[in-house]
């Protein structure tokens, strides 16, 4: 199982990224799949996930309707567009997959988003 993340990068504040999940070894419609993210010197924190077996969604507290994730299955990928970006939104985030949301045994290599005020 393959986990590739894209699509981070610098952004002002109030701008937008659209991070991608690319993966391979498993079809992301079987499974949950999450973003998760870490910033230097805090705990993980999970941002959304999708739960394609029952097509539910799920964000993190302090998205508050900023982030939206989709799955392509045709590209077997997901997607996390967020909007609205702040400077505590910086941080590595990560795409994780597995057969619940918040129980994932793959993990991505992350991709950088850094929001300048």
């Known amino acids: 199982v393959k986990l590739v993340e894209s699509g981070g990068g610098l952004v002002q504040a109030g701008g937008s990224l659209r991070l991608s999940c690319l993966a391979s070894?498993?079809?992301?419609?079987?499974?949950?799949i999450g973003w998760v993210r870490q910033a230097p010197g805090k705990e993980r924190e999970t941002v959304s996930c999708?739960?394609?077996?029952?097509?539910?969604?799920y964000y993190g507290d302090f998205v508050k309707g900023r982030f939206s994730i989709s799955t392509d299955n045709a590209e077997n990928t997901v997607y996390l567009q967020m909007n609205s970006l702040n400077p505590d939104d910086t941080a590595v985030y990560y795409c994780?997959?597995?057969?619940?949301?918040?129980?994932?045994?793959?993990w991505g290599q992350g991709t950088q988003v850094t929001v300048s005020s």
């Open positions: 070894g498993i079809t992301v419609d079987d499974y949950a």
């Open positions: 999708i739960s394609n077996s029952d097509g539910n969604t």
């Open positions: 994780a997959a597995g057969l619940v949301c918040d129980n994932y045994p793959y």
